[in-house]
């Protein structure tokens, strides 16, 4: 039976994602599970990669889009003990999530308890992850610990703000003054980035300490700023490049900032035990694999508990896809847009 799917035959804006109706669905191999995708995530990383600018998905040629995806098992190839069919599994899959099914290693996907919402469960690979090790795996943060978020009410950034409140963090974050409210309902301080210096603000409203630690996904230039608002000791975690990836910064500026990062990490006894790391969710997955599971069961759970509240803005066809890229563009989204394959839109078009 042949199934939907997003694919683009070349980089560039919204305008090059395409509807293919592919032949299927396909069979699974020896050691992968065919899932019948029940959301997908949208998110900038997926932007990022359409774009061509993602270093780690450069072809070949036609992708199909969606950094993550939740679903049902439907069939499972020769050598899978689990998951079992019909168990509803989540997967960071990086590229293949825009579709009505999809092919997965058996060993890369968590299962995901009964019970859970999947427009929930799909904020969990990526977002809710990479805030999770962020605050967790790099370095112990006591209860109390003041840290910086920067791009507070974008996807990853509202997570990180949600899982500073269950670990009693204490936490700032920078946002357009549009997407406050977003921020202070995390229960962190809303600094609009527009108005005047955010170094300066963290400092005022540290008492001039600053911060045991920053996140920072703007890379670039702009690591130095948020490197500028750590207390003594503080740590800088950089996880993006956005600056870079939408053409503002060039790749030369981008990789002085990365520079300056390890400058930073190798050497923090120069800048008054100041340290800096950047974090990559797939290079930690492909390094610690037992603890990307590890940590994605402990968040299902923190979520079949209700101890955390992914913001899922939006539920809308997969047919939208083309919509969906210009508003997360367009910047302030402020949660997570989720994407229904199997949901119609009637007439069935990309940009309803």
Known sequence: MPYRAIRSARFGGPEVLELAVLPGPPEPGAGEVLIKVQAAGAGFTDTFIRRGRYPDVKGPLPITLGYELVGTVEAAGPGVAAPAVGQMVADLCVIGGYAQYALRPAAGVVVVPDGIDPAEAVCIPLAYLTGYQMLTRLRALPSGARILVVGASGTVGTALLDLARVMGLRAFGTCARRNMPVVERLGATAIDYADGDFVATVRRLTGGRGVDAAFDAIGGAHFAR??????????????????????????LAAGLGMARLKLWGAAPFLFGGRGAVFYSITAHRTAHPDAFKTDMATLFDMLRRREIHPIVVDRVPLTTARAVHARIDAGGVGGKIVLLPWAVAEPVRLDD
């Open 226 to 251: 948020s490197f500028a608002t750590l207390a003594k000791g503080g740590l800088l975690v950089g996880y993006g490049a956005q600056t870079m990836a939408t053409g503002r910064e060039s790749l």
